[in-house]
């Protein structure tokens, strides 16, 4: 017990570490923490919140997740749809730049610290596969194109804000001529640059000598080369001074850890935005985590996952940011630039944290419109139109969830979208779940062998139904199977024998064996049997402990075959009985 | 579409109807009418309304019911854990007696009518599937168990009032000293009489002579014969002014029809307590109507009661009445009595009206005591405990979700136990659901069937794994196929061959599909091949659409048989040409 207690505080990779993975490891950490730190202004930004917070909630957090998550390589840091989420959640709390906003971030990151924490120690990590994936895919997806439209106004140096669509779109419109050129100027250059070394810069780059994985690594860090230039853009002409908006001064130093408090009110009111973000975070976390598990053959456990990005979020919480979760763009360049184990991610906390004390005065110059720039390339990147052609294609049902989270996103905002996405994926597999695939079959004359008699050319009898079974039966599709027997037993009269052929029943749960219970119960009152055939043994040894087995009006029978022959034979011998 | 709306307004019971019909249906209206007069006037005291609030929710509900439900011989009206309910919802919104407390009471069958029908319309019927019997078995067992508590304080004449267990026992033991001697003498004089003719009644009537179907009939009518004595009793000595507590006056009159208005705060306070009390009603009243239904090969259409019960409850809502739903003792009686179409329900209400016409003056001196009695033998009928004994023998995770939800309602009263319940209930089935049984199979020798290595004696080859999915495949559970994937990846490193047997795969959504193909991506990194066997026709010509079965790595076969066979020669083969 000890023993596995010490095994999940100290992470495996530690005992093994040597100094290859150490140097594997710093060279990831440095080019993680270069395009981390212009990523933290921008969700810094994204999330209203000052730029120095999001340096913070990627220090302390990286440290918490290494040592408890289970991914060797997954980096934990604010991320473009919690920023937004968290953006939203706090709308309704207190304006931006206010102390409230501050403590409501904390407050947020704290809730769903606290929840994650629970829920993974509770082994509630399968509660996450609830969540479609395309459910997931359609909020991201739109979620996305707000963020983008979101950061429209930096660029344009304008104030257009708005939580959905036809607010950003209507805001956009009215203000666009307030724009300021030299914002729009720095904006579309940086946009363009970092379109341009997106769509050709590894060609290029390999090209001019590199290997393809130097060039994909050196085509990562162009919003650093963004950012020095347009720094140096504005600082040489004075932009500021002609209505440039600039990130200005941040504060040096490193997160002052403190507990965090909070009232009771404000928990009340951020319970619920605490909870989507947890829910957001962790599927989209999970999800990265598993895919470059894969690639490594590691595996994800998903509620040790759970228990470290709870961790990261209260030591986010503590060091006074946001709400923090596993990101996918710093995750891959972090695999790409070689990372090993977990130390890659403490590395790099400690270059953030470095940074925060040394570099932040470097920053002062920043035009707020590159930082959007950064935003809208690398959120653009996450929306996948295609899968809405695909889903079409492949199941309308799907493809309804889909676009109806899409358009609750964009219509109402991201809150919306994200429990409308959950209540559609519940209503879903609800609904899928609620009725078990049930077959009427007959046998292939000349075998042994049963088979619907939608699809086959099969023999039947009809005084004989043969129901095959192909689920579990539990209660919430129990009375499902009562009803088609009641439907079938109405069209087809001369019915006076219903086989259930269990070949496929992993389970029968209380409630289903009190929906056989009450249909035996008829069948006897009506002159009928039900008959059971193929019944796996778990399932016949809990049957046996209850009286339903005593009781069964008809037959038990190990095959179904041997059920229909020899119901065939009764009937055939009590024909011949009535002749005379 | 005319036709079909129009069958749909007027019951198909109206077509047929003749004059025996009519003499049936009389006579069983008569004695329901007889019946629910004192069960009106008791479930009123229950809720905390005035009696005649109960009378006019017997009358026009159960006209609507008859006009748009399924159910020929369904009952509608308040019962006990809706009117239990009912006074748990409104205490937090006004004092009993008080004009507030009705209107609560009238917005509660409002919003509940509104939800009933709209979830009938949309056809949402089979929602309520998702409610595990074995739960709904134990939220009503200890809702009668506080329900006879609560009215402990009538039969003793004290004020001992309480939600919970706790404090309704605390409250009737520090009060019990103050109890009034007539009030208990009435009371238990009734609980004494009622117990015994339902214990003894029907035995006694029938050796006097009587057929078992009258004396089942007659024994019903106890509550009236106990009703009428008391009254008698409490007007000769005058015990009103003894301080036996009694209804008083009952204004005599019809119910005043009028759209009923509120106050949207008010509807955000009772949204919660309205869908609950829908839904417990729900699902007790098509219980009832499933159970009476099967008795007289009549289809209970879920839809379409909720419909009915929607409408039953809007009409309540305007003649000023409570929610109200379909009752298992009213039911039964109107059963027993030989209704043979909703037509007695029509002249039950008719008779009600005429009863709040003309009857209620002599209700007076009717003592509050006597109708706790009714209430408490009516509900003890209600508390199964065998299910407890039943459950643990079968099924430990049944049992423990019953025993909580028993404990949530005793231990903190209806609304949450209901609550606890369905979320009890949802988990539940969430965590069945999130794990398909998965069963790796290996070739039963001599024979072409494959069976599970884990029952069988079966051969198996390092090189291959073969996996039977035994359900189908969602979104709720492919990610935990693809773990068990791994892990049999993990522990077996000879397996280059993985072979799904999909004979039970049903259905494989998008979201599956998306894990299929990530599988078929990584084991081709990997050298892996995925191979699929005994795939359904529908599932195929569906996979077939997707570029995903062009990409296989492996093969698509037929049979697991030639699967198998195949696969072994060619690692035969190759085997072979690597040897020299």
């Given at each position: 017990?000890?023993?596995?207690?010490?095994?999940f505080l100290v992470a495996?990779?530690?005992?093994?570490?040597?100094?290859?993975?150490?140097?594997?490891?710093?060279?990831?950490a440095?080019?993680?923490a270069?395009?981390l730190i212009?990523q933290s202004l921008a969700y810094a930004m994204l999330a209203g919140l000052p730029p120095e917070v999001c340096l913070y909630a990627s220090t302390a957090p990286l440290i918490a997740y290494a040592l408890l998550g289970?991914?060797?390589?997954l980096s934990v840091g604010p991320v473009?749809?919690t920023s937004l989420m968290t953006s939203a959640a706090l709308a309704e709390v207190a304006q931006q730049g206010t102390a409230g906003y501050l403590t409501g971030a904390i407050t947020l990151a704290t809730l769903s610290g606290i929840m994650l924490l629970g829920f993974g120690l509770?082994?509630?990590?399968?509660?996450?596969?609830?969540?479609?994936?395309?459910?997931?895919?359609?909020?991201?997806?739109?979620?996305?194109?707000?963020?983008?439209?979101?950061?429209?106004?930096?660029?344009?140096?304008?104030?257009?804000?708005?939580?959905?669509?036809?607010?950003?779109?209507?805001?956009?419109?009215?203000?666009?001529?307030?724009?300021?050129?030299?914002?729009?100027?720095?904006?579309?250059?940086?946009?363009?640059?970092?379109?341009?070394?997106?769509?050709?810069?590894?060609?290029?780059?390999?090209?001019?000598?590199?290997?393809?994985?130097?060039?994909?690594?050196?085509?990562?860090?162009?919003?650093?080369?963004?950012?020095?230039?347009?720094?140096?853009?504005?600082?040489?002409?004075?932009?500021?001074?002609?209505?440039?908006?600039?990130v200005g001064e941040i504060p040096t130093g490193l997160p002052m850890f403190a507990v965090p408090t909070f009232s009771l009110e404000l928990v009340e009111i951020l319970l619920i935005p605490a909870a989507l973000i947890s829910?957001i975070g962790y599927?989209?976390s999970?999800?990265?985590?598993?895919?470059?598990?894969?690639?490594?053959?590691?595996?994800?456990?998903?509620?040790?996952e759970l228990v470290g990005l709870g961790a990261a979020n209260l030591s986010s919480a503590f060091s006074g940011a946001l709400p923090v979760t596993g990101g996918?763009?710093r995750?891959?360049?972090?695999?790409?630039?070689?990372?090993?184990?977990q130390?890659?991610s403490i590395y790099t906390a400690i270059l953030i944290a470095l940074a925060s004390l040394f570099l932040t005065p470097?920053l002062?110059?920043?035009?707020?419109?590159?930082?959007?720039?950064?935003?809208?390339?690398?959120?653009?990147?996450?929306?996948?139109?295609?899968?809405?052609?695909?889903?079409?294609?492949?199941?309308?049902?799907?493809?309804?969830?889909?676009?109806?989270?899409?358009?609750?996103?964009?219509?109402?905002?991201?809150?919306?979208?994200?429990?409308?996405?959950?209540?559609?994926?519940?209503?879903?597999?609800?609904?899928?779940?609620?009725?078990?695939?049930?077959?009427?079959?007959?046998?292939?004359?000349?075998?042994?062998?049963?088979?619907?008699?939608?699809?086959?050319?099969?023999?039947?009898?009809?005084?004989?139904?043969?129901?095959?079974?192909?689920?579990?039966?539990?209660?919430?599709?129990?009375?499902?199977?009562?009803?088609?027997?009641?439907?079938?037993?109405?069209?087809?009269?001369?019915?006076?024998?219903?086989?259930?052929?269990?070949?496929?029943?992993?389970?029968?749960?209380?409630?289903?064996?009190?929906?056989?219970?009450?249909?035996?119960?008829?069948?006897?009152?009506?002159?009928?049997?039900?008959?059971?055939?193929?019944?796996?043994?778990?399932?016949?040894?809990?049957?046996?402990?209850?009286?339903?087995?005593?009781?069964?009006?008809?037959?038990?029978?190990?095959?179904?075959?041997?059920?229909?022959?020899?119901?065939?034979?009764?009937?055939?011998?009590?024909?011949?009985?009535?002749?005379?």
């Amino acid at each position: 017990m000890a023993k596995h207690a010490a095994s999940f505080l100290v992470a495996g990779w530690v005992k093994h570490y040597n100094k290859q993975s150490f140097l594997s490891d710093l060279i990831a950490a440095v080019i993680v923490a270069i395009m981390l730190i212009p990523q933290s202004l921008a969700y810094a930004m994204l999330a209203g919140l000052p730029p120095e917070v999001c340096l913070y909630a990627s220090t302390a957090p990286l440290i918490a997740y290494a040592l408890l998550g289970t991914s060797s390589t997954l980096s934990v840091g604010p991320v473009a749809i919690t920023s937004l989420m968290t953006s939203a959640a706090l709308a309704e709390v207190a304006q931006q730049g206010t102390a409230g906003y501050l403590t409501g971030a904390i407050t947020l990151a704290t809730l769903s610290g606290i929840m994650l924490l629970g829920f993974g120690l509770l082994r509630l990590g399968f509660l996450a596969n609830f969540l479609s994936h395309t459910v997931v895919s359609a909020f991201i997806t739109a979620s996305a194109l707000i963020i983008a439209l979101s950061q429209v106004r930096h660029v344009l140096g304008i104030e257009a804000e708005g939580d959905n669509l036809f607010e950003l779109v209507h805001a956009i419109g009215i203000q666009s001529s307030d724009a300021n050129l030299y914002t729009v100027l720095i904006g579309l250059a940086t946009l363009t640059f970092l379109f341009a070394v997106r769509t050709w810069g590894v060609g290029v780059l390999q090209k001019a000598g590199l290997s393809a994985r130097t060039a994909e690594l050196a085509a990562k860090s162009a919003p650093v080369i963004g950012v020095i230039a347009s720094i140096l853009v504005t600082f040489r002409f004075e932009l500021a001074d002609r209505g440039v908006a600039i990130v200005g001064e941040i504060p040096t130093g490193l997160p002052m850890f403190a507990v965090p408090t909070f009232s009771l009110e404000l928990v009340e009111i951020l319970l619920i935005p605490a909870a989507l973000i947890s829910i957001i975070g962790y599927v989209e976390s999970i999800s990265v985590g598993r895919t470059l598990g894969a690639r490594r053959q590691e595996r994800v456990d998903s509620n040790r996952e759970l228990v470290g990005l709870g961790a990261a979020n209260l030591s986010s919480a503590f060091s006074g940011a946001l709400p923090v979760t596993g990101g996918f763009s710093r995750s891959v360049v972090n695999f790409d630039a070689g990372a090993v184990t977990q130390g890659a991610s403490i590395y790099t906390a400690i270059l953030i944290a470095l940074a925060s004390l040394f570099l932040t005065p470097a920053l002062y110059f920043l035009p707020k419109a590159t930082l959007a720039a950064t935003i809208i390339v690398a959120v653009l990147s996450l929306v996948d139109l295609s899968i809405i052609r695909k889903t079409w294609r492949y199941s309308r049902s799907d493809n309804l969830a889909l676009l109806m989270t899409i358009c609750a996103t964009l219509g109402f905002g991201v809150e919306t979208g994200v429990s409308f996405g959950v209540v559609t994926s519940l209503a879903l597999h609800l609904y899928r779940t609620s009725r078990p695939h049930i077959a009427e079959v007959g046998l292939v004359e000349g075998t042994e062998h049963f088979r619907n008699v939608r699809r086959y050319e099969v023999k039947t009898v009809p005084e004989i139904l043969t129901l095959r079974v192909d689920e579990s039966l539990f209660f919430a599709n129990a009375s499902f199977l009562e009803d088609e027997i009641f439907m079938k037993l109405t069209s087809q009269p001369a019915i006076r024998h219903v086989i259930l052929m269990c070949s496929a029943v992993n389970e029968v749960d209380f409630s289903a064996l009190e929906v056989l219970e009450e249909l035996n119960r008829r069948f006897e009152e009506q002159g009928l049997a039900l008959h059971l055939s193929e019944v796996k043994g778990p399932v016949l040894d809990r049957l046996h402990r209850m009286a339903f087995m005593d009781r069964l009006s008809g037959g038990l029978y190990f095959t179904q075959h041997q059920a229909f022959t020899d119901i065939c034979a009764r009937l055939h011998s009590s024909a011949l009985s009535e002749k005379p």
